[in-house]
Nanobody, 129 residues
């Protein structure tokens, strides 16, 4: 059974850091690009970042560029999102999702992942003093 399980969320002060993990099982991670998305209360889901199957290509939303770093360890079937210099506006539930191919596309992020069918349950990130 295909599964994606996010972890690592929590409460952090502005300027702090968190590292989210997306542990996958039930499928071979290596051939697939993986995206991170978030949804704040009352807002639509938005794309945060995506990493290609090889890990050599990454894309980021403008709102997190320079602060977040996506990475993956195919041997551990896990994708990570390192979040630094966190801001209150980063508060949201963060989700990872499996794409259908090896590459990321801007559309995957700009559409909020609406074409993706495999999602985790999400992990809450709250940035507050």
């Amino acid at each position: 059974q295909l599964q994606l399980v996010e972890s690592g969320g929590g409460l952090v002060q502005p300027g702090g850091s968190l590292r989210l993990s997306c542990a996958t099982s039930g499928f071979t991670l290596e051939p697939y690009a993986i995206g991170w998305f978030r949804q704040a209360p009352g807002k639509e889901r938005e794309g945060v970042s995506c990493i290609s199957s090889s890990g050599l290509s990454t894309i980021y939303a403008d709102s997190v560029k320079g602060r977040f770093t996506i990475s993956r360890d195919n041997a551990k079937n896990t994708v990570y999102l390192q979040m630094d210099s966190l801001k209150p506006e980063d508060t949201a539930i963060y989700y990872c999702a499996k794409t259908g191919g090896y590459a990321c596309s801007d559309y995957v992020l700009t559409s909020g992942g609406q074409s993706l069918g495999s999602w985790g349950q999400g992990t809450q990130v709250t940035v507050s003093s």
